[in-house]
């Protein structure tokens, strides 16, 4: 689907105002049920990698009544890349945030190794990259687990954008799975994801809406925690990944052209993978 930002790039390129020479294509994990294809889309629902586009080509189908236009772009998808694609979108150039802080990933949950205590890695069932980590609750109480990740800046972000997590809730137990973002020892923002489904879930919660205990520095962060929350009964939940999308500030000559749902692909680590974009075009005929 093309989408209004779209309609209005192709207009101004046509009209020679725009430059289309490095194109992007993005893949996302999320399906329609979890981020609904809309023509005011301006992002995947929970990009995973972009790449440039190789090559271009147009296809002309005179065999029906009105005829069909198609502009066809392709690229290839890196031997090392893992992950499941359920959507994919073309893009002008790199998306980039006219403040310096954009879209990006905070961890992808695929190693069990810098958590206390330690998670259960989980190779079965995952959809960015090729693993994913469960985490539990005995019941009783909520439990956290803690892992240090990268120094990662949030100060520049507004109170519009929003923090992503792809997990699966494994049983109707969970009352809630919190993110903790840490830059020290006892000070962090929280995160409370509630409201979700018995198996995977993409939700976004937006700057605004996080809470803080302490006195933290939202320059440092340096610590995350997941601190699942039983209601009742043990219960568990596999984290796949965590990012921040920048929702206001993007830069809009990057703005995504088009976006489209497709039936799950997986991209397996050890080969390449050739990606095609199909844009169809109507003139109105």
Same mark, same amino acid.
Request: zero cysteines; glycine letters at 8%.
């Given at each position: 689907m093309i989408t209004r930002f779209g309609k209005r790039f192709l207009i101004d390129f046509i009209a020679g105002n725009r430059t289309f020479f490095d194109k992007v294509l993005a893949v996302g994990i999320a399906k329609d049920a979890e981020y609904e294809l809309s023509d005011t889309n301006s992002r995947l629902g929970f990009e995973f990698y972009?790449?440039?586009?190789?090559?271009?080509?147009? /296809?002309?189908?005179?065999?029906?009544?009105?005829?069909?236009?198609?502009?066809?772009?392709?690229?290839? *998808?890196?031997?090392? *890349?893992?992950?499941?694609?359920?959507?994919?979108?073309?893009?002008?150039?790199?998306?980039?945030?006219?403040?310096?802080?954009?879209?990006?990933?905070?961890t992808t949950f695929e190693s069990p190794f810098e958590w206390s205590p330690s998670p259960v890695l989980n190779e079965v069932d995952y959809r960015v990259g090729n693993s994913s980590l469960d985490l539990s609750s005995d019941g009783i109480s909520p439990k956290e687990y803690i892992a240090t990740i990268p120094n990662f800046d949030m100060s520049g972000y507004s109170n519009f954008d929003t923090l992503s997590f792809s997990y699966k809730v494994n049983?109707?137990? *969970?009352?809630?799975?919190?993110?903790?973002?840490?830059?020290?020892a006892v000070d962090y923002y929280e995160f409370n994801f509630v409201n979700h489904i018995v198996g995977w879930n993409?939700?976004?919660?937006?700057?605004? /809406?996080?809470?803080?205990?302490?006195?933290? /520095?939202?320059?440092?962060?340096?610590?995350?925690?997941?601190?699942?929350?039983?209601?009742?009964?043990?219960?568990s939940i596999t984290v796949d990944g965590l990012r921040v999308n920048d929702e206001d500030t993007f830069d809009p000559a990057y703005g995504m052209i088009a976006r489209s749902n497709i039936s799950e692909i997986e991209k397996v680590a050890g080969r390449e993978l050739t990606i095609e974009y199909k844009l169809d075009l109507n003139f109105g005929e």
């Open positions: 972009s790449v440039p586009v190789l090559f271009g080509g147009i /296809d002309i189908d005179t065999s029906v009544v009105p005829y069909t236009y198609t502009a066809i772009y392709s690229t290839k *998808l890196p031997t090392n *890349l893992a992950g499941k694609i359920n959507e994919i979108a073309i893009y002008p150039g790199r998306r980039s945030s006219s403040n310096a802080y954009g879209n990006q990933f905070i049983d109707s137990n *969970l009352a809630a799975a919190k993110i903790r973002l840490y830059s020290s993409i939700k976004d919660i937006e700057i605004a /809406d996080m809470t803080s205990n302490g006195n933290p /520095d939202p320059s440092l962060i340096s610590k995350i925690g997941v601190v699942v929350v039983p209601v009742g009964s043990a219960t």
